[in-house]
């Protein structure tokens, strides 16, 4: 399996994705907003895109459908759910369904609600795991819920899934938010060394060659993993001093995601 990652340079800091099998050139595309770029990268690899994959129904995910699609001919595929808010799906998508890309690979459905309630994750089946998690999971981050999402299955799909697949596992997320999400982290929890320690590295990056993380990585700069850290409790009972004495992971999670929107 090989995993083409595209930085879109616009105002959201988009990835977009090519996955493509190596014996057969196959390639499914994923959230191509910048059709242009994707069509092209796609040309230089000399790659067939087969399928078009929405994580999910916004507008900067699914905005290069239609180019991408009348140039390739390819089948659009998108949460079951997503039918009535994107266009021209072929194949709606349900947990545990296997996306196929030419004779190798293959990637698993994840049904991963939060950010919007229908909104798809891929786990490709190799192994070392890679995951596409759209605006799901960002490096260092997780998803707003502004627009038909809710925090509470947002925590669901944090600790339900994405917590319990294996540390080894490569994120690929749909933005490049990895120095802002870090500076959160640490605005959260100052004691955080590896945080800290990414911070500069992070500014510097060049989103074109970005920094690629692990859920290991994300299990210690993520603060929507850390919510057992002392210093995270303490720091959010500053800002919200009816916080239980001792909160369950979900509380926290949300008045995570509460002050995230604000900050």
């Known amino acids: ?48 895109i087969t399928q078009v994959l929405n994580t999910h129904e916004h507008q900067d995910h699914t905005g290069g459908n239609d180019a991408v699609i009348a140039a390739t001919g390819a089948k659009l595929l998108a ?4 039918k009535d808010s994107i266009p021209g799906i072929d194949t709606g998508l349900a947990a545990g369904d296997v996306v196929k890309i030419g004779r190798t690979v293959e990637l698993e459905a994840l049904d991963t609600p939060g950010h919007t309630m229908s909104h798809i994750c891929l ?14 999971l960002f490096n260092a981050g997780a998803g707003n819920c502004h627009h038909g999402g809710h925090p509470e299955e947002l925590y669901d799909t944090f600790a339900g899934q994405l917590a319990r697949l294996p540390d080894e596992t490569v994120v690929y997320p749909g933005h490049d938010y990895i120095a802002n999400n870090i500076s959160f982290t640490l605005d959260r929890e100052p004691d955080n060394a590896k945080a800290r320690e990414m911070l500069s590295e992070a500014e510097a990056q ?3 060659d970005p920094i690629v993380t692990t859920l290991a990585l994300e299990k210690e700069i993520n603060t929507f993993f850390r919510l057992h850290s002392p210093t995270v409790i303490a720091r959010l009972r500053e800002a919200f ?23």
């Open 1 to 48: 399996m090989i995993v083409e990652q595209i930085y879109t340079d616009n105002a959201y800091r988009n990835f977009n994705y090519l996955i493509a099998c190596p014996e057969t050139g196959e390639a499914l595309a994923v959230d191509p907003l910048a059709s242009d770029l994707v069509l092209a990268r796609a040309r230089d690899k000399g790659w067939t």
């Open 79 to 82: 949460h079951r759910g997503a």
């Open 123 to 136: 786990l490709s089946r190799t192994d070392r795991p890679a995951l596409i998690c759209g605006d799901t």
């Open 206 to 208: 060049d989103p074109h």
């Open 241 to 263: 001093p009816d916080l239980p004495d001792a909160p369950t992971p979900k509380q926290v999670f949300v008045k995570l995601r509460a002050l995230r929107n604000e900050w």
